[in-house]
């Protein structure tokens, strides 16, 4: 028998287990209160954002220390290319750079002495964060990586009133809470939770005809589990309307295609826990000390943007974008002297890594010059429509 790797929250530390309990207390309360059921992107949205149990509200989420990395954190390489896609933007659209979900600050820094560089520096740079310690942390490192610059940073949790050359998103979407659905008979079923004599448990809802119909799920196999993120949708046509003409939305992020995405042989869904470099699937075990994330469905965002008057302009793999940037020059030297570069280079870009989960889309309005992170592939043909 093959041995079986004790997961990291059989061994809790005291603190955590107490943690662990008031944040399923609350949760119950919360339920007995309204009813007994929450939708699933209500749940998800407490255990990521609310501010007494919320994860993002607490714990020390990214990086070594944290529970799981993501690229700004890897590497400078990742903010450098970045840059340079927003620097032919900004070129020729000078205005202001948002940067949503910016986390820590780490891309914002990157980005930042990156455009300095190459004499692009957006007129303003709005890092919009909705969790009020990451946006403590951004300023702290804004203030001590970039003093020279902090005057042109702003750290918020809302839109700026003017619009945008350009807004990058790292990240974010899957970190949009999503709904959880079952098929039975054809029909999509809404998941909610409920609270269980032992903690929380699932509930199954009454036949969605919204899900049932933008899905077109009759035909799917009896009990095929998946996400849907209308919020991630809205949180798209949002953001649309803050693109200036001529400017550019740049998504990052894991996902698919709708035809990979709702695979039929992807019959549990996309949804991810992370708790202390852990991934695992089930989101009700460790409610507010693990992150809880579902795939993006790039056919949804690409429409999404359509609908909200924006060209789909790219989009390729993380790696396809970053190698069109220039990730790995031909000066680049396979010595000591570059290995961190090296190292960070095959993590962000190899197919088994980072290089092909990850997907980079462009939307613009109005008509742009070929964007140079899609010059050595682009994948827009494999979107299909709905
Ligand atoms: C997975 S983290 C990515 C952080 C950063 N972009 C990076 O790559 O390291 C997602 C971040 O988005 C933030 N977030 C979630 N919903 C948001 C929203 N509607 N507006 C702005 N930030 C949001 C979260 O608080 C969190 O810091």
């Known amino acids: 028998m093959p041995e079986t790797a004790t997961p990291p929250w059989a061994a809790l ?14 949760l ?10 929450m939708p699933f992107a209500e749940f998800m949205d407490m255990a990521l954002y609310d501010p007494q149990i919320g994860y993002y509200a607490h714990e020390t989420v990214f ?17 450098q290319c970045v840059a340079r896609q927003c620097a032919q933007i900004l070129r020729e659209t000078p205005g202001v750079l948002v940067e949503a ?27 919009i964060e909705r969790s009020a310690r990451r946006r403590e942390e951004a300023r702290t490192l804004i203030g001590r990586e970039l003093p020279d ?28 809470p999503a709904e959880r659905f079952r098929v039975h008979g054809g029909q999509a079923h809404p998941l909610s939770v409920g609270a269980d004599d032992e903690g929380l448990g699932w509930r199954v809802g009454a036949a969605d005809a919204r899900l049932t119909d933008d899905l077109a799920t009759a035909g799917w196999p009896e009990g095929y589990t998946s996400e849907i ?11 649309a309307s803050h693109v200036c003409e001529g400017g550019l939305l740049l998504l990052v992020d894991y996902g698919f295609p709708a035809t990979e995405y709702y695979h039929p042989q992807r019959a549990d869904g996309t949804l991810m826990c992370h708790f202390r470099h852990h991934a695992h699937s089930d989101p009700l075990i460790l409610p507010g000390l693990q992150d809880i994330t579902v795939h993006v469905d790039f056919t949804a965002m690409a429409d999404a943007g359509r609908a909200a008057g924006l060209a789909l302009a790219g989009y390729t ?38 290089g092909e989960l990850f997907k980079v889309m ?18 827009r043909a494999a979107l299909g429509r709905r």
């Open 13 to 26: 530390a005291p603190n955590q287990q107490e943690t662990l309990a008031r944040h399923v207390q609350i």
């Open 28 to 37: 119950r309360e919360r339920l007995l209160r309204t009813g007994g059921a």
């Open 63 to 79: 990086g070594g220390h944290g529970d799981f990395v993501t690229a700004p954190t890897l590497s400078p390489l990742f903010g």
């Open 101 to 127: 979900g910016g986390g820590t600050g780490r891309l914002a820094v990157d980005m930042l002495r990156t455009l300095e560089s190459l004499e692009a520096l957006p007129s303003r740079y709005v890092l």
């Open 149 to 176: 610059l902090a005057g042109r940073i702003l750290v918020t949790d809302t839109w700026p009133a003017v619009t945008a050359s350009v807004i990058v998103a790292n990240e974010l979407l899957d970190a949009l």
């Open 229 to 239: 993120s209308w919020n991630a949708r809205r949180w798209v046509a949002d953001a």
């Open 317 to 354: 793999s993380q790696a396809g974008f970053l190698l069109s940037l220039g990730i790995a020059p031909r000066t680049l030297d396979f010595d000591r002297a570059h290995r961190e570069d090296v190292a960070a280079i095959k993590r962000l870009t190899l197919p088994h890594e980072m």
């Open 362 to 379: 462009a939307l613009t309005r109005g008509e742009t010059r070929p964007l140079a992170g899609f010059h050595l592939l682009d994948r």
